[in-house]
Every structure is written in C-alpha cells, then in structure tokens.
C-alpha cells in the first residue's frame, strides 16, 4: 500500500490579509505559515493511522512549492510519513500545482492520494479533482470518513443536507474534511526523527497555467454595529423585520 | 458559440444553487452576446421546458438513470459531450458539493481554465476576469481565465435568481454512461432540514451555550425563521452538533442572507467562514466579544434570557403566534 499526501503551506488562520505591490501580492510580512489545516488535520493524520494500523504502508508527502515550504514540510514529516517530496516551482495555478502532483503520484504507482478539502489562502477546492482527472482516477469529494478493507475503501461524504456512503477500488483520489481524523501534536521523537527523513527536490515538468491573478482586494469594512437593549430583544426582531427586511 | 450551465439535481428537483447558476449563466451570455444552454443529468421530476423562466435557451438532457447517482467521472464525460454538443465557450457550475467534484476534472480534461468560488459577473471588457473569494472570504482575487474554454464555479447565495418569460428548447442527448466506479452504498439525509449551504438565514451557536441540552433556542428559533442551524467549532469538536453543522475556516463557509450567531465570541477563523452573510446579528453576554466589530445588529445580553424573547416576537412576525 502507497499513500501520496498532498500537503499545501498556508498563511496561519490568525494572519493578518494585506497585499503589496498595488494589490498584486500579498503581504508575507510577520506572517506565520502552517500546513493547510485541511491537509493536516483531516488528509495527513488519517494516512498516518492508515500507516499505524498497517505498518507496511509506505506513506510519501508531496508539496509543489520553493525551498521556503522546507519548514512546513518538516513539521508534516514530525507528525509521520516516511518521506516527502518538493516539486520546486511557484505557481498559484491551480491546473499547474494539479499537473506536479499527478506526474508525481504516476512515476510513485500510489494507491491511495489524499488531499485537505481546499486551502484557506486560495480557497480552490481543485487539486484533487484535476489530479484525478489527469490520472484517470475516481475521486470522491469531501469526504468525512475512510476506510480500507484490503483493496476497497468505505468512504463517507458529503452531499447537500446530509451525507452519502460510497465504495471504490483502488486506486482512489479523496479530498478530506472534518471527521476524517483529529488533529495531532508531534512529539519530540517525531521532530527529531523529521531531520533525517528524506525530502526529495524534483524539478517541475513543463505544463502552462490556465489562470493568472489579476489583482486582490478587501471587503468593504462594516458600517458599525447597532447595538439593542438587552432589556428589549423585540427591538431586534423588528430592526430585522422592518429596516434589514430580512425576516 | 454559447454559455452552458450545469443544473443540478437532487432526486429529480432541480437545486436552488442550478437556479442561480442559470440567472448568472443567462447574463454572461447577455454580456458576451451569445445565448445560455444547460446540461441536465439523470432522471428528473419537473418539466425542463419551464426552465426557461431562468434564461436558458436550450436544455441538452442526458435522460439515463445511470446517472441519477452523482459520480464526479461519469458526470464529467456526460458534461465534456454536452460541451461539444453546444460549441460551449462558457461552462457554468454552482460551487457547491457536486461542483466542487465535477468543475476542476472538466478544467483537467478540456485544458480549460478554472475559477471557483466566484462571486461576480465576468469582467469582459479586457479579457476575462473573475471575482472571487480568497483567504476563507477575507479577501477577494480579481482571476484572468486565458484559455478559449472557460469554466466558472459560482459561490452559492452569491448571485440572486432572476426570472422571465421564456421557454426553454429541450433535446435529448445521448450519452454512453460507464457504470460509475464509485458505488453509493446509502444516503443518509437529515430530513426536514434546510441544507446549510441552500439557507438563506442561519441560526448558529458556539460555546455560550454552555452544552448540547441547551440547543433548543437555536433550532426553535430556525425553525420559526425557515433557518438552517450552524455552530462554532468548539461545539462541534465536543461532538455537542454534528460536523457538518460547524462552518468558519475549517469548517463551510456560508454566505446567507441573515446570520444569527448566539454565544459565539467571533474568532477570526469563524469570521472567516460567515463574514460574507448579508446580515450578522451577535448575541453574546461579553460587549468585548470581537464578533461585535463584524456585526450589523448585535444584543449584549445573556442568550438564556434573550432567546426566549426574540423567538416570541419572531413567532409574531411570521404569525405564528
């Protein structure tokens, strides 16, 4: 059994969202950087206990990015993984970022590619469907559960109002999202042990993008809150009713 | 030359996110002077033809009850076929959970370029370019698409449904389906609740509640209001509501018309998630609690005693009561 982890470096969810270079850019100042929580907590620490209840699995990281995703791809590595590899290129293409991966997952043979739901910086919710896709792979979306019995994975997603159990050969794609694992801490034994795991940088092959960022821009700021009296909650269903016209 | 629209359904009904999907289709097509088509998929319960109400031209209906299971494969090569069938320089989807799926195999396979989760009409004037929401909707990115074959996912509750007279042309399409490699075993759908993803008003709430037993106020309130019910992420996490109820960074991120969050500080990461709702109401005990800097009305109160009080008077307002 081969797992490929598709692991994403995201801005911290507390980081402040500014951009340079006349909205262009975005301001990487001060700014804390995490593995995508969705790739972490969800698609990782899943394949990790996949690897924990079978120890034969091989279970390998990929990331598309520049030599500055090293430290984020180690603390991935303290968590578990045997080992990762970098494709060296920047891009915030979507169809570019998929096509590393899958020319990764096809030279690897994997049976199993997991992805978070989305990154919260761009928000695509693209990789795995187009990795699956460029492999030729069934994909399942969204998925909150999964398990393996031999060569046939259970998985549970979600559909609008409720959810859906579904079983599928391998090999498979999967995006992840909450329920699939909980997060975890790596343990000193794990970062320690990261240092020596093998990160692997191969060069990106030659594929164009299809999207270009234009500019980025804020939200409007909200005008202010109007505050109602605790002693008058009516008030609230009438500013509701009547002013927001809401309700 | 034309625009397509993938309109989704569930159990033969057309989703209110294919309805929005249609209205924002029909004006791209107004925009680029070209006519609006749609793809419909599987069996279905509700006269096609009708659909042209929401400015679609023609509909391409794949009538094969191989497909009335949604599977991302099979529904991409149905829609790659309508795609021809139409000469499509536009594809639509509604970022939704089958959207999610669907939108970025076709980008792969058409070498068609993508943007999901957009929030705007195309800018046409230079190009092509696409508003959409980044950094879990605190920021927008402006997305040039430069391939002949362009495909947008709209965010839901993100462009109002709009309709006309009209009648739409309906062909049949045929299309050999493969037997989908991914086999649904069972659907479990919680019944009589509003999708959260559909609502139009959410009722929401977060640890202030204190424990599960208290969730009375939130779901009597929701179900006054037509609402569908959210919480924060530590309720979830403590399992008080289940997963999919949970929406911020980590969890959905929603976009109602009116969002109603009772006993939730408001951390960034759950901003993040719902700052896009046309109208926030916070009610929290703690005037310090950020969430009021993002709010349009807000009570600082204690919820146990509020609650009882703002269901009554919504109760009056629905007459209901």
Known sequence: MKILVCISKTPDTTAKIAFTDNNTKFAQDGVQWIINPYDEWYALVRAIELKEKDPSTVLHLVNVGTADADAVIRKALALGGDEAIRVNADSHDSFYIASQIAEVARSGGYDLVFTGRETIDYNGSSIGGMVAELLGLPYVSLASKFDLNGTTATITREIEGGEEICEVALPVVVSCQKGMAEQRIPNMKGIMGARTKPLKVVEPTAVDALTSIVSFELPPAKAGVKLVSADNPEELVRLLHEEAKAI | ?321
């Open chain 2, 1 to 321: 030359m034309s625009v397509l629209i993938f309109i989704d359904q569930a159990e033969g009904h057309i989703k209110k996110a294919a309805l929005e999907a249609m209205s924002y289709g029909a004006k791209v097509a107004a925009q680029l002077g070209t006519t609006a088509e749609g793809i419909v998929l599987g069996s279905v319960k509700e006269d096609l033809a009708a659909l042209g109400k929401y400015g679609v031209k023609k509909i391409h209906h794949v009538n094969n009850a191989a497909l009335d299971h949604f599977d991302a494969q099979t529904y991409t090569h149905a829609i790659a076929e309508a795609v021809k069938a139409s000469g499509a320089d536009v594809v639509i989807f509604s970022n939704n959970v089958d959207g999610k799926a669907i939108a970025p195999r076709l980008s792969a396979q058409l070498k068609a370029g993508l943007v999901s989760g957009a929030v705007a009409l195309p800018d046409t004037s230079n190009g092509f370019v696409v508003k959409k929401t980044v950094f879990s909707g605190k920021a927008f990115a402006n997305i040039a698409i430069s391939t002949p074959l362009k495909i947008v996912a709209l965010n839901p509750n993100s462009y109002k449904v709009e309709t006309a007279d009209g009648t739409a042309e309906v062909a049949a399409l045929n299309v050999t389906v493969e037997t989908p490699k991914v086999k649904v075993t069972a659907v479990n759908k919680v019944t009589g609740e509003i999708p959260l993803s559909e609502a139009e008003i959410v009722v929401s709430g977060g640890r202030g509640l204190k424990g599960p037993e208290n969730w009375g106020m939130i779901t009597d309130l929701a179900h006054v209001l037509g609402a569908a019910t959210a919480c924060s992420r530590p309720v979830a996490d403590a399992h008080w509501r289940p997963h999919h109820e949970h929406v911020g960074q980590t969890g959905l991120a929603i976009a109602p018309n009116l969002y109603i969050a009772v006993g939730i500080s408001g951390a960034i990461q759950h901003l993040a998630g719902v700052n896009r709702s046309k109208v926030i109401v916070v009610i929290n005990k703690d005037p310090e609690a950020p969430f009021f800097k993002a709010a349009d009305y807000g009570i600082v109160g204690d919820a146990f005693e509020v609650m009882p009080k703002i269901i009554a008077a919504a109760k009056k307002v629905k007459g209901m009561a």
